[in-house]
């Protein structure tokens, strides 16, 4: 059984940083794709970033290169999304996903897939002025 676990997030002060990790477990191999997305009020769930775990590359959702990073550690299966400079509008539900790579490119509409089989329950991040 695939689970995705995030933990991390947190009240914390617009100009500082926040590492939220995404535990993932159940796959039988490593021909999958893992993401970080986000829920903000009144939106639509957005893309951040996403990486295939045989591989090395990130993607990332064009407007959040530069204070998003996301990397991953392979030997415990878990994925990191780290913002930078954080703002009051970076207020909202984190969510990770994961699904095989077959299934991940299915939805894959740019960088990163519009959807994963695999959803943690997300964590919130409050970012204050």
């Known amino acids: 059984e695939v689970q995705v676990v995030e933990s991390g997030g947190g009240l914390v002060q617009a100009g500082g940083s926040l590492t939220l990790t995404c535990a993932v477990s159940?796959?039988?191999?490593?021909?999958?794709?893992a993401g970080w997305y986000r829920r903000t009020p009144g939106k639509e769930r957005e893309a951040l970033a996403c990486?295939?775990?045989?591989?090395?590359?990130?993607n990332y959702i064009e407007p959040m290169k530069g204070r998003f990073s996301i990397s991953k550690d392979s030997a415990k299966n878990t994925l990191y999304l780290t913002v930078n400079n954080l703002e009051v509008e970076d207020t909202a539900v984190y969510y990770c996903?994961?699904?095989?790579?077959?299934?991940?490119?299915?939805?894959?509409?740019?960088?990163?897939?519009?959807?994963?089989?695999?959803w943690g329950q997300g964590t919130q991040v409050v970012v204050s002025s």
């Open positions: 996903g994961a699904d095989p790579v077959y299934e991940a490119v299915m939805s894959l509409r740019g960088p990163c897939p519009t959807e994963y089989g695999y």
């Open positions: 159940g796959f039988t191999s490593d021909d999958y794709s």
């Open positions: 990486v295939n775990w045989s591989g090395d590359r990130p």
